[in-house]
């Protein structure tokens, strides 16, 4: 059976020194906040070619912290709309509702299944002061288009990156990450964290980010407790030197599947051959989805669905069930996600190449 994610695999290579870092962790007895979130903090700022990263608990947290940042620091207020892509994980919907923001969804462009920029336009009123732009599968989204429109409009702009570890910053306000253990730079837990070239804005997030204090036992903000963990910082240090190597391997991946894949009942993805993708996930599209999926399980081949059910759509969304969003809605019925990762080998691309080719 070829798995979808085999995160032990992946992590395998590292786990040596993923135990010489517990000793030494157990050794020093800090537990929060201490050198290696500080490392780590300095090391991904600097991969991400900005001046300030802030770690936190998770890639929601990171999204819900930044625009509650923003609001602490007078930019937004509540009940501003942001410009969000329908087509995404939840998560970046939830992170603009639980800052207190109205989340105005936008239908992506098919080819990309990123957020379509030709209909933004018609969705911004006197309201809209912010967008929240996600690289899914970890595409980059049309950025020059966006930040043209963010200008125009003197919008702030935030990319949701959780899937996107590795893209050319393209000069946005803030950037989230997620350190989920199965994404493309993964903890062995939670994990996230907010890059950006804004002191204040950093200092803000840091500060939300543990009980609205700056100086420990005096509060400033209504703040909440999501810090990035002291280890996981430690275990993403030792990780994150591999990245760009990884994600090479991942672009190799799909360069195979772009080339050899051969099949009139499949859509491969839109990739344009450069750096602009790290294939966080491998998408492709077929009409009869449960079909193939069940056919490719049949012959050991692991796949899953991102996503089965659109934000828009789902129970908890139910004040966004009226409208109608039938691109998002058509690509939620027909991705297929196929196994995606730096450590395929030759032999498991081959097979998988082969077995969807004679569907
Ligand atoms: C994974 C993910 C998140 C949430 O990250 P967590 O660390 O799981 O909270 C947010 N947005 C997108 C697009 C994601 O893929």
Not at 20 to 32: N, P
Not at 38 to 53: I, L, M, N, P, V
Not at 170 to 195: E, Q, W
Not at 300 to 320: E, F, R, S
Request: contains cysteine; negative net charge; aromatic residues 10%.
């Amino acid at each position: 059976m070829i798995k979808f994610l085999d995160i032990k695999a992946i992590n395998a290579p590292f786990e040596t020194a993923f135990q010489e870092k517990l000793a030494t962790f157990l050794e020093k007895g800090w537990y929060i906040l201490g050198d290696e979130v500080t490392a780590f903090e300095a090391e991904f700022a600097s991969y991400c070619g900005s001046k300030y990263c802030v770690g936190v608990g998770n890639g929601l947290d990171a999204i819900i912290l930044t625009f509650k940042a923003y609001v602490e620091l007078g930019m937004l207020h509540e009940g501003d709309e942001i410009v969000v892509p329908a087509n995404t994980y939840i998560a970046s919907i939830l992170g603009i509702l639980h800052a207190g923001l109205v989340p105005v969804l936008v239908e992506p462009d098919p080819e990309t299944f990123n957020i379509d920029p030709k209909r933004i336009e018609a969705k911004i009123t006197a309201k809209t002061k912010g967008m929240l732009i996600v690289h899914l599968y970890g595409q980059l989204a049309a950025m020059d288009a966006i930040m043209e429109i963010a200008y125009k409009h003197d919008l702030l702009i935030i990319e949701d990156a959780a899937q996107a570890h590795g893209l050319p910053f393209k000069g946005s306000h803030a950037r989230t990450f997620s350190f989920y253990p199965g994404k493309n730079l993964g903890a062995l837990g939670d994990g996230g964290a907010v890059v950006t070239n804004d002191e204040k804005l950093a200092k803000t997030i840091k500060s939300l980010s543990n009980y609205g204090s700056q100086q420990k036992y005096y509060n400033d903000y209504l703040g909440f407790n999501s810090r990035l963990d002291e280890l996981q910082a430690a275990f993403l240090r030792i990780k994150l030197p591999s990245l760009a190597t990884e994600n090479e391997k991942r672009r190799a991946v799909a360069k195979r599947y772009l080339s050899e894949i051969k099949n009139d009942k499949i859509v491969l993805p839109f990739y344009d051959g450069s750096d602009n993708h790290v294939f966080h996930l491998f998408v492709i599209r077929t009409s009869k989805r449960d079909e193939l999926q069940q056919y490719l399980l049949e012959n050991g081949i692991q796949t899953m669905i991102h996503y089965p059910v659109a934000p828009h759509q789902q129970k908890a969304m139910l004040d966004y069930h009226h409208l109608s969003f039938p691109i998002t809605e058509q690509i939620h019925d027909e991705v297929l996600s196929l196994p995606m990762s730096s450590i395929l080998t030759e032999e498991e691309i081959t097979f998988i190449v082969n077995i969807i080719n004679a569907y």
